[in-house]
Nanobody, 124 residues
Framework: QVQLVESGGGLVQAGGSLRLSCAAS????????MGWFRQAPGKEREFVAT????????YYSDSVKGRFTISRDNAKNLLYLQMNSLNAEDTAVYYC?????????????????WGQGTQVTVSS
C-alpha cells in the first residue's frame, strides 16, 4: 500500500507557472505507474497526465499537452507536475494517484491509491 500527499498548489496569474509535488510513502513507489488528475467545481474528475514506473513513458490529455510535464524521482519517492502557461480553465483541485497494475492509464477507476488533493487557482 502507498500513501500520497500533494503539495505546491496555490494562486497564480494567467500565464504563470506552478510545480506540484506528490510525496509517496512506502518502498514500492518505484513499481507504480502514477497519474495526475484534476477536478473543477461541479465537474467530474479528469485525467491530466500519467507516467510509467520507470519514468520512461508519459501520456498527457490534449488540454495540457505542451504546457504540463509529469516526472518522477524514484530515489526520493516523489512525483511532479510542472505546469506552465496556466489559464483559468486549469483551476481545479489536483490529485496524484498510484496504479497497482504495471501499465499507464488515463481512467480514474484504473487507479488504486489517491492523495487528498491540492488547490490550484488561476486568476485571469
Amino acid at each position: 500500500q502507498v500513501q500520497l500527499v500533494e503539495s505546491g498548489g496555490g494562486l497564480v496569474q494567467a500565464g504563470g507557472s506552478l510545480r506540484l509535488s506528490c510525496a509517496a510513502s512506502g518502498r514500492t513507489f518505484s513499481s507504480y505507474p502514477m497519474g495526475w488528475f484534476r477536478q473543477a467545481p461541479g465537474k467530474e474528475r479528469e485525467f491530466v497526465a500519467t507516467i510509467s514506473s520507470s519514468g520512461g513513458n508519459t501520456y498527457y490529455s490534449d488540454s495540457v499537452k505542451g504546457r504540463f510535464t509529469i516526472s518522477r524521482d524514484n530515489a526520493k519517492n516523489l512525483l511532479y507536475l510542472q505546469m506552465n502557461s496556466l489559464n483559468a480553465e486549469d483551476t481545479a483541485v489536483y490529485y496524484c494517484a498510484a496504479r497497482k497494475f504495471p501499465s499507464i492509464a488515463s481512467r480514474v477507476n484504473s487507479y488504486d491509491y489517491w492523495g487528498q488533493g491540492t488547490q490550484v487557482t488561476v486568476s485571469s
